[in-house]
């Protein structure tokens, strides 16, 4: 079966680090783009950035550059969201989604089932 | 980076009837403007790619129109299960957008 699927919820305070994972199944997981899409608590879906398992090549939308790092591991099938210093702003469902061709620029035809993150003192 | 503007933000129409929803770009997309159906606790499900192409398993009363920066998706004939938030989203410009969303809600 083809399928994303997404380490558990994860709930942490202030200021920790975190590292949420999506694993890919069913297909050629290094010659798909990867993207990770925020949605915070009621709101919209927002695109964090792409990348390409295949040689980690990374898109950062500009809300984004510099708040989180997004990484690959293709021997795993596995891509990863993380934050080294966490806020509460940043508690969320955090969603992996993959692309409908291998192509940098497409529409996101596979999803994950999300990770909640909940950032708590 | 470009900007997506849908609209309404929300809906409320009576079954059957006709559901439009409009995604305006900031700048030329061409057809590179997609549309997902989030439904309540779910993940999003892509509906329509490229503007126009239907995708395998969606329904037939979906579907989407539009180029450069106008873009529509319909809903006809309405049913219960089209109760969702409905998101447009462009890949012309690497790593993509996507707009605010819409709600569709059964009257």
């Known amino acids: 079966e083809v399928q994303l699927v997404q380490s558990g919820a994860e709930v942490k305070k202030p200021g920790e680090s975190l590292k949420i994972s999506c694993q890919g199944s069913?297909?050629?997981?290094?010659?798909?783009?990867i993207g990770w899409v925020r949605q915070m608590p009621g709101k919209g879906l927002e695109l964090m950035g792409i990348?390409?398992?295949?040689?980690?090549?990374?898109r950062y939308s500009p809300s984004f550059q510099g708040q989180v790092t997004i990484s690959a591991d293709k021997s795993i099938n596995t891509a990863y969201l993380q934050w080294s210093s966490l806020k509460a702003s940043d508690t969320a469902m955090y969603y992996c989604?993959?692309?409908?061709?291998?192509?940098?620029?497409?529409?996101?035809?596979?999803w994950g089932q999300g990770t909640v993150v909940t950032v708590s003192s | 980076e470009i900007v997506l503007t849908q609209s309404p933000d929300f809906q409320s129409v009576p079954p059957k009837e006709k559901v439009t929803i409009t995604c305006r770009a900031s700048?030329?997309?061409?057809?590179?403007l997609h549309w997902y159906q989030q439904k309540p606790d779910q993940s999003p499900n892509l509906l329509i790619k490229?503007?126009?192409q239907s995708l395998s398993g969606v329904p037939s009363r979906f579907s989407g129109s539009g180029y450069g920066t106008h873009f529509t998706l319909t809903i006809n004939s309405l049913e219960a299960e089209d109760a969702a938030r409905y998101y447009c989203?462009?890949?012309?410009?690497?790593?993509?957008?996507f707009g605010q969303g819409t709600k569709v809600e059964i009257k």
């Open positions: 989604a993959r692309h409908l061709y291998a192509g940098e620029r497409d529409a996101f035809d596979l």
């Open positions: 069913g297909y050629s997981f290094s010659n798909y783009w």
């Open positions: 990348i390409y398992p295949g040689d980690s090549d990374i």
């Open positions: 700048q030329s997309i061409g057809r590179s």
């Open positions: 490229y503007a126009s």
């Open positions: 989203h462009q890949s012309s410009s690497s790593p993509g957008t």
